[in-house]
C-alpha cells in the first residue's frame, strides 16, 4: 500500500556542529553530529583541500585533473583549538573552522588580512532523479573583488557579474556571452584588495558558477552530482595562483617541437592530393613562411578514422615525404566516431574486445557522426586507451605523418538533443565505473591523451604534437588547443584575443583561434587584422571551413597578402622568444600570454582591460579590432615602452592613441628588454642559424631577460643539452652593461650575436668586452646602433 504520494522536498541541508576532530599527518577530518564530515588537506603552505561527504563515507579518491607530478609539502603546520572555532595555521595560511556549521574563513598568516569567507558555505540537495547530492559552495565577496579565468568562456576578460555553466559542449559559430562551450575549467582566480586567491573545484559534473550575479556581494559554485571537493591556492600575486594551479593539474609533459610553433595551414577540406601540393608549393612561391598543413577529414576512406581515401590520397607515405621534403609537416584529423562496418578493421577490434560505451541496460552507444552510424571507444578505460595509442602506428612510424588532430571529442553527436551522449551511458572511468554524467567532461580529455600517448610512442625519438577541441582541467599535459568553430566576424576577432588570454590564465597556454573565422567569409582587412593578433598567439593556425571560400594569406589581393606576409615573417623571427616563452610556462607555469591584470594587479586599471595583453614578458601587443581604422587608444601598464616600428618611447600607467594603419599594429617592448631573433625562414630548420640577433631596449636601471634553447625536438633537452642564457641589463646615462650568465651542456650552431641597440642617449666611445677593449672594427660598429660580439661573453660596457 502506498502512504504518500509525494516524496517530501527537502531543500538545503547544512552541516550541523563538529562533534569530533582528528588528524593525521597533513589531513585534518572535522566530523559534525549530522554525519558530515570535512577533510582539510595541506598539500602546500599556499594550497590547502577541501573535501566534503555527506554520508560519513569518501568514495575513492580519484582525479584526472591532478596530476602525479604536483608539488607537495609544506613548512610549517599546526592546529589550535578555541571554543567556537579549529584554526589551522602554515606559513601563508591562517584558515579557521567554525564548530558550529563547518563554516570556514581563510587569512593571510602574515598579514591577517581575511582572504576569502564562505557565506552559506557548504550545504546540499538531495537529487531524487539521479540519487546522490547535488553539491554547493556559497562564498561572500569582498569589496571591490574581481574574478578571472574558467577557460574559454567568450565573455570579457573579468567575470564578475556573470554566471556560467561547465558542460563541454560542440558550438558551432557560437557567439559572445555563449556558454556553455569546448571546454570545462572550474578554475578561477579572485582579486580584492590587491591579493589574489584561487580555487579549483575538481568535480566533473555540470557544475555552475555564479560571481555576484543572483547576489550582488555572493560568489557561488554548484555541481550537479559528485563531492564538493575544491583546492584553495593563494598568491598573493595572480601569477602565483595561476603557476600553481598549473602545476597542481600539470605542466606540459615535454615542450613542443619548434616547427609547432610556427604558422600552420589548414581547411575542412584540402583534397585531392593535387589541391594539398598546390597549396604548399604557392606558400613556397610567395616566399610566405608555414611549416604546417592540415588534412581534415576527406583524406580518409568514408570518414572512417586511420584509412586513406584511395581516390584522393592513393600514395600517401610518398605525398607525405614530398611535402616533407619541403619543409610542410603533415597533420590529419582523427574523431572519436568509429564507424559500425564489419569488414572495418578498427570497428572490428573494438567491438571484439568490447572497447565500445554502451548504454545503462547493455545496447552499445549508438550516434550518428561523419561516417554515419559509429560506436565510441570508451576513453576512460585504460586498456581502451592503450588499443587506441598503438592504432598510430601506421599513421606515424610508416607514413610519416607529424601530428594529430582530435575534434568532435566532446563528444559531438549529431541529430539529437544536446549534441552529444545521452546521461545513462557508461564508462569504466579508471576503475570508478559511472553514468556519463560524470565522465562527460572528461571524455575529450582522455581521447587526446590516448592520441598523445600513440604520437609519444611511434614519433620518437621526435616530440609528439597533438590538439583537441575539448578539454577538462589538466589536459594541458598532453595536447594543445583552439578555440573551436568561430566565425569571420569582427566580434570574433574580440573573443578570440580575450579567449586566449583566459585560458592561458587558466593553465592552458598552448592555444590559438581559427584565424580568419571558421564559419563565413572574412574579408582581406579582417583576416590580415587576425594575422596580426594570431603571431603572438602560442598556436598559430588559420582555418576555415569550405562551405564559404577560400582562406590562405594570397586570397585577398597583393596588399593584404604582402601585410600577411610581414607578420607571419615576424612570427618566425620571434621563435626563440616565444619558445623561451613556452620553457618558461613548461617549466614554472607561468602563462604565455598575461591579461595586463595578471602582468600588474596593483594597477586598478588593469582590472577591465580586455584587449591589450602582454606576449612573454617584455612585449606588449594590442590588436586592431574595427574595420577602417588607423590606430587605437590603448592603456599601458607600469614601465617603460618602446614603440617597435619607431622606437618612441611611451610612459606607463596611462591610456594613449597608437597609429596604426593597416599593415601595423600597436607593438611595444619593455624598456631594458632584450629580445633573441632568428633570420626568416620558410619553415624551421631551412636554414642554420648563423646568428642570433639580440634587440636591446635601453633604460636607466637594471632589466634582466632569458634565452632558451636546444636542439629544437628530441629529449636530449631533458638531460641537461639545452642553452639558457641569462642576461642583466644595468643601464645609466653614460653606460650600459649587460652580464650574461649561461647554464646547460648544449652547443648552439651559431657563435656570435649581433647586438642592435634601441634607445641608447650617448654616442658610443668604448666597448669592453671581459676586461678587453675592441676596437670599433673588430666588433664591426655599425654607427649608433650594431655590432657584433662572441656568444660566450660574460661581462659587456658600452660606454
Known sequence: ???????????????????????????????????????????????????????????????????????????????????????????????????????????????????????????????????GDIVKMSKVAQEGESYYGLGDKPADVNLKGKRFENWVTDSYAYGKYTDPIYKTIPFYTALHHKKAYGIFFDNTFRSYFDFCQERRNISSFWAQGGEMNYYFIYGPDMSEVVANYTDLTGKPHQLPPLWALGYHQCKWSYYPEAKVKEITNKFRELKIPCDAIYLDIDYMEGFRCFTWSKEYFPDPKRMVKELADDGFKTIVIIDPGIKIDKEYSVFKEGLDNDYFCKRADGPYMKGKVWPGECYFPDFTNPEVREWWSNLFQELIEEIGVKGVWNDMNEPAVMDVPGKSFPDDVRHDYEGNPCSHRKAHNIYGMQMARATYQGLKKFAYPKRPFVITRAAYSGTQRYTSSWTGDNVASWEHLSIANIQAQRMCMSGFSFIGSDIGGFAEQPNGELYARWIQLGIFHPFCRTHSSGDHGDQEPWTFGKNITDVVRKFIELRYELLPYLYTAFWRYAEEGIPILKSLVLYDQLDTHTHYRSDEFICGEKILACPILEPNAKGRRMYFPTGEWYNYWTDEIVEGGQELWVDADLDSMPIFIKSGALIPKYPV????????????????????????????????????????????????????TTELVIQQHKSGKYTTPYDTFKLQLHGLPFKIKKVIIDKVEYSFKDIQLNGNNSFIINKDFTDLHIL
Not at 106 to 118: F, H, K, P, S, V
Request: net charge negative.
Open 681 to 732: 625562414q620558410q619553415f624551421v630548420g631551412e636554414k642554420e642559424i648563423e646568428e642570433l640577433k639580440l634587440d636591446v631596449y635601453f633604460k636607466i636601471g637594471k632589466e634582466t631577460s632569458e634565452v632558451y634553447e636546444d636542439a629544437h625536438d628530441g629529449y636530449d633537452y631533458i638531460k641537461g643539452r639545452y642553452s639558457l642564457r641569462n642576461f642583466s641589463l644595468t643601464g645609466k
Open 1 to 131: 500500500m502506498i502512504l504518500n504520494t509525494e516524496l517530501e522536498y527537502k531543500g538545503n541541508l547544512f552541516p550541523s556542529h563538529i562533534i569530533s576532530y582528528e588528524k593525521n599527518l597533513d589531513t585534518l577530518n572535522f566530523t559534525t553530529e549530522n554525519g558530515v564530515i570535512l577533510q582539510i588537506t595541506v598539500q602546500r603552505d599556499s594550497v590547502l583541500r577541501f573535501r566534503f561527504t555527506t554520508t560519513g563515507i569518501f568514495e575513492n579518491d580519484f582525479s584526472y585533473a591532478i596530476t602525479k607530478y604536483a608539488s607537495r609539502g609544506y613548512n610549517h603546520l599546526e592546529v589550535e583549538e578555541e571554543e567556537d572555532k579549529y584554526i589551522i595555521i602554515t606559513s601563508k595560511l591562517k584558515c579557521q573552522v567554525n564548530k558550529a556549521d563547518l563554516r570556514t574563513a581563510i587569512y593571510d598568516a602574515q598579514t591577517n588580512e581575511l582572504i576569502c569567507e564562505d557565506e552559506l558555505g557548504f550545504h546540499w540537495e538531495e537529487s531524487y532523479e539521479f540519487g
